[in-house]
């Protein structure tokens, strides 16, 4: 044979091979392959197939758990899903129903026992486009396996995938597929507004997180975010929303008393009823909010019991016990969660007892010391605290408190160094214990301090709460008004009589000189006379001794 | 020694027994008076608190006060009796002589005058005694009603007075009980004990040494008694002058006492709503 001839057989070779090559074309493509479109032809989606079938499809598969799985779905409600039209990206049936060869005709058995293996099998794949598990919903899924744990398909639907803005408009309903505690339409009802309030940044992964949650924070992420309010069973009503930075920057919070560290105080160390019961919490004993409010002061006396101690001899806690619940507790003053530090400022003080003593305190305001105080933060001048105490506050109307009442003023009045600052004078005490009325107070409280006495003491005549200065025209003491204030007690006195006291002055040439003249006499008078008489006694113990003497001589010399 | 020797009579009852009121008297305002004047001292304040406090000391130094008040009127009353009806001599009245025995007295004893000085019934010493004891008492009963009449007294002097009545009182106070402690207690008590004032009788020895020229005047048989019917005569004018002017002036006492109430007894009270909440209750302190 010949070249020509080989040349001839190789393009019948090449010919018969090319020829079986263009023809031998998948048999699926073949048949389903739409007549081909030259260019700009839309690439057929992969699940087209699944789609022809399972759109109509009746057909039903039994697990051997016995859960009927139906093959049918409806394509409509898949297109209205998130994974549908409105999806960032196609979202083809095998993304979902992996791996794709998996799922070619005819179907391979599926090897899930029940409903949830099989789910749990597609729900893995969502990971493929979504957060991983552990940043979604770790609770859940890393439950023990066997658990009733959910998967992405138990919260979020199969095929009817909402948007996730759905399930955060209605938490509850979505949870309560599993959890029946939502049955509880209290347990409900709480954590719809509490997800209903989710700030930027919060979730249900606030309260429900990995990490152990602290006890604070599972209060916190309820009650930080709660606006409803509990209400007693008289009707009362108490605010259940508490804000957290409250506690962390009251004294409560951390911070170095005396170089000891302290730690932020819990919820549960006060409320420990909630605290050993979590949620739902038990009922709330009290009847009324002021029942509340008292009730608790029990706790603050586990830390405080030495100040506890001294409020229950004081006379707010006596009004208590005696069945007047209006009288002050504990919360009351300092506050339940944001306490600070009672006297920053000072004036904090007298604002705080003028919230029920509101009558006096507006006259303390315009008082000596009161305007001094407020107006100018003055820190010499005495608030009620200076005054009353704190807590062991003794009742102000007894004989006791009365007679003990100089002693008090006394502790600035009587303070050189405190008095120079202010030009007057110390002498006030000494004065007023020398004469007639503080003698017989002191000697009361000294020797019957409980027994009632009819002498005034410094608030008589100078007022209690509406001290004036002795420069200001109202006040009790001064020249023009003090006949008055006298007469409270001696209400026949006439003019002159306020005169019979020495002002607080000690008698000199200049205040009271006729007193100072009577002194000066006798302060002569008493030794020249008294100094006389010794004398004259002493040069007549003299001649005695000497005739004594004399007499003894003789004697012995007539012996 | 001295037994052997006469003894003269000196005090008769009536002026015995009135030196015991006036001894019991002085003493209880002393012990009364001195610890209110000094009340803070330690001392001062046991003492009012043994006596029942401060109240009590005050009432019981008031009552004393009116019997020392009560036995000065008997007193003058007596004093007026022996002077205007019986016309005793005022062997009591204070002269030069007085000084001069004092001054000898003096001398005597450091030993520059070699003889002591002769003197009457009621010498220098006890003249002294005397006359500091109606000038006390006048000051005491005095600047005492002042204090203890406080406002009738501001009624009519200025209010100083006062407090210059309180210096006073206590002052003198302070100088009668001294003077009784020193003067007193050596010339009658200490130098001999005198019992005179009590039993009523004098020693010759006694006689001796204090009242030379009375026992002179006595051996000189001076003692005259007074006519019986010149001294009843004088008694039939004095008695009913004497008894009203005793009752006015006890009626004066009483007053004194009774006069004034100075304060109330209990301190006013005033109604004090304390408990005024504002409403709204404001915000907790937060």
């Known amino acids: 044979m010949g070249w020509p001839h080989l040349l001839w057989l190789a393009i019948a070779w090449v010919a018969v091979m090319g020829a079986t090559l263009l023809c031998s074309q998948p048999v699926a493509a073949q048949t389903a392959q739409p007549p081909v479109q030259p260019t700009l032809q839309p690439v057929t989606p992969p699940d087209a197939a699944c789609r022809l079938c399972h759109a109509a499809s009746t057909e039903t598969m039994t697990l051997p758990s016995g859960d009927v799985i139906h093959a049918g779905v409806d394509l409509s409600a898949v297109a209205a899903s998130v994974h549908g039209a409105s999806a960032a990206a196609p979202v083809y049936c095998t993304d979902c129903h992996a791996p794709r060869q998996r799922y070619q005709y005819p179907h391979a058995a599926n090897p899930a026992q029940d409903l949830a293996q099989f789910q749990a099998e597609i729900a893995a794949n969502c990971e493929q486009c979504h957060l991983p598990a552990q940043m979604h919903n770790p609770g859940h899924l890393e439950a023990a396996a066997g658990s009733a744990a959910p998967n992405c398909v138990d919260c979020h639907n199969g095929h009817e995938t909402a948007p996730v803005a759905a399930l955060q408009a209605d938490p509850v309903g979505a949870c309560q597929q599993c959890h029946q505690q939502f049955d509880d339409p209290l347990l409900a009802d709480v954590h719809a507004e509490v997800v209903a309030n989710f700030g930027v940044g919060q979730s249900c992964q606030s309260c429900h997180a990995d990490e152990p949650q602290n006890e604070d924070a599972r209060c916190q992420s309820c009650h930080s975010l709660l606006t409803r309010q509990l209400t007693l069973s008289s009707g009362d009503t108490i605010d259940l929303h508490v804000n957290p930075e409250e506690i962390v920057n009251s004294v409560h919070g951390a911070r170095v008393i005396q170089g000891v560290q302290y730690t932020t105080l819990r919820c549960t160390d006060c409320h420990r009823e909630q605290g050993l019961r979590g949620f739902p919490h038990q009922p709330v004993d009290a009847a009324t909010h002021r029942d509340l409010t008292i009730g608790m002061q029990q706790v603050c006396q586990e830390c405080h019991s030495d100040i506890f101690d001294r409020n229950a001899d004081g006379v707010h806690a006596q009004h208590i016990v005696d069945g007047n619940l209006e009288a002050a507790t504990c919360a009351d003053c300092h506050g339940n969660h944001a306490i600070h530090d009672p006297d920053e400022p000072r004036e904090r003080i007298s604002q705080m007892c003028g919230n029920c003593h509101s009558e006096i305190n507006a006259q303390y305001a315009t008082s000596v010391h009161g305007a001094a105080l407020l107006g100018e933060q003055n820190p010499d001048v005495p608030v009620c605290t200076d005054c009353h105490g704190a807590h062991n506050i003794p009742d102000p109307t007894t004989a006791a408190f009365r007679l003990s009442s100089p002693q008090m003023c006394g502790r600035c009045h009587a303070d050189a160094e405190l008095m120079s600052k202010y030009n007057i004078s110390t002498e006030v005490f000494d004065t007023y214990v020398a004469d007639f009325h503080g003698t017989t107070v002191t000697l009361f409280e000294h020797q019957t301090p409980n027994e009632e006495t009819n002498k005034a003491v410094c608030y008589d005549c100078h007022g209690v709460h509406n001290i004036l200065p002795v420069t200001d025209e109202n006040s009790q003491v001064i020249k023009a008004n003090l006949l008055v204030t006298c007469q409270q007690c001696h209400p026949d006195a006439t003019e002159n009589f306020p005169d019979a006291w020495t002002s607080h002055f000690k008698p000199s040439l200049e205040h009271n000189p006729l007193v100072y003249f009577v002194n000066l006499f006798y302060m002569i008078v008493i030794p020249v006379t008294v100094g006389g008489f010794l004398l004259f006694i002493g040069t007549d113990i003299f001649r005695g001794i000497r005739v004594w003497v004399g007499r003894q001589r003789q004697r012995g010399k007539d012996a | ?286």
């Open chain 2, 1 to 286: 020694m001295h037994n052997a020797q006469p003894q003269y009579d000196r005090f008769n009852l009536f002026q015995r027994i009135e030196h015991g009121v006036l001894l019991v008297s002085f003493t209880v305002l002393a012990i009364t008076g001195l610890p209110q004047m000094f009340a803070l001292h330690p001392w001062a304040a046991f003492m009012i608190s043994s006596m029942g406090g401060i109240e009590t000391v005050r009432i019981i130094h008031r009552t004393a006060a009116v019997l020392l008040i009560v036995g000065t009127l008997y007193h003058f009353v007596a004093v007026a009796y022996r002077v205007f009806v019986r016309r005793v001599a005022m062997t009591m009245l204070p002269g030069w002589q007085d000084v001069k025995d004092g001054l000898q007295a003096l001398g005597y004893n450091v030993g520059l005058v070699k003889t002591p000085p002769r003197m009457g019934r009621y010498n220098f010493g006890e003249k002294i005694e005397y006359w500091a004891v109606i000038w006390g008492t006048v000051v005491m009963v005095l600047t005492g009603f002042m204090l203890w009449n406080p406002i009738a007294t501001t009624a009519f002097l200025p209010g100083e007075f006062i407090p210059a009545a309180k210096a006073a009182h206590g002052n003198e106070a302070l100088l009668a009980v001294l003077s009784i402690v020193t003067w007193h207690f050596y010339n009658v008590h200490v130098k001999r004990f005198n019992r005179s004032m009590f039993t009523g009788k004098i020693s010759h020895e006694e006689m001796e040494e204090e009242h030379a020229l009375e026992l002179e005047a006595l051996a000189r048989g001076a003692r005259l008694e007074p006519d019986p019917e010149a001294v009843r005569r004088r008694q039939r004018v004095f008695t009913p002058v004497a008894t009203v002017i005793t009752i006015v002036l006890l009626i004066g006492l009483y007053f004194f006492v009774t006069y004034e109430q100075t304060a109330i007894t209990t301190v006013p009270r005033q109604q004090v709503d304390v408990f005024t909440p504002l409403t709204p209750q404001p915000e907790r302190v937060q």
